[in-house]
């Protein structure tokens, strides 16, 4: 079993950047998809983010301006945000799941949630 603790959030001018990271416990991290999502108030719980071993997928909203990367060593995945938006203020959460097929850009395709760390823009 998997588990993950987020952190890394705070509170950034429209323009700058933070970089989230999700470290999981568990000897089987490398078999796990890792996801990112996220939640702003009101909103439901969008999808941000995955990878599958060294494959990524973005949502629309912030391709070319967030990288997601794993440090299979360290049992961490990280989420680079640069560019940051006033709209990118939300929780925002890591997600994890055995490996397998498909995009993996839903909340239920995933079983393991952290905490969620706030992230909030400001113009």
């Known amino acids: 079993q998997v588990q993950l603790v987020e952190s890394g959030g705070g509170s950034v001018q429209a323009g700058g950047s933070l970089r989230l990271s999700c470290a999981a416990s568990?000897?089987?991290?490398?078999?796990?998809?890792m996801g990112w999502f996220r939640q702003a108030p009101g909103k439901d719980r969008e999808f941000v983010a995955r990878?599958?071993?060294?494959?990524?997928y973005y949502a629309d909203s912030v391709k070319g301006r967030f990288t997601i990367s794993r440090d299979n060593a360290k049992n961490t995945v990280y989420l680079q945000m640069n560019s940051l938006k006033p709209e990118d203020t939300a929780v925002y959460f890591c997600?994890?799941?055995?490996?397998?097929?498909?995009?993996?850009?839903?909340?239920?395709?995933?079983?393991?949630w952290g905490q969620g760390t706030q992230v909030t823009v400001s113009s």
């Open positions: 568990g000897r089987t991290f490398v078999n796990y998809d």
């Open positions: 990878i599958r071993l060294s494959s990524t």
């Open positions: 997600a994890a799941r055995p490996r397998t097929s498909g995009l993996g850009a839903r909340p239920s395709d995933y079983d393991l």
